[in-house]
């Protein structure tokens, strides 16, 4: 996990996958990522507890950043960039 201001990051892409229950919010953020840059950042917005464990070990699996998450009204958001 890096130092960003999470607050301020710019994302690049939002998946609303709170209504989702696990393994959907990790699915989403899969398909997601193709879609945005090298060097974007994804938003990942989770309402699943498992998200938060099961995102960064996969960003980390697959060689991409997971930057941080903060917490929303009842949901997680979290951060990944990708790297290749």
Request: proline share 4%.
């Amino acid at each position: 996990m890096s130092d960003v201001d999470l607050e301020g990051i710019e994302v690049a892409k939002v998946v609303d996958a709170r209504g989702m229950g696990c393994p959907g919010p990790l699915l989403e953020a899969k398909k997601a990522i193709g879609t945005v840059q090298v060097g974007e950042t994804l938003e990942v917005w989770s309402g699943d507890a498992s998200t938060k464990n099961d995102l960064p070990a996969w960003a980390t699996k697959v060689g991409h950043e997971f930057v941080g998450a903060l917490a929303g009204e009842g949901y997680d958001r979290l951060f990944i960039t990708r790297k290749k």
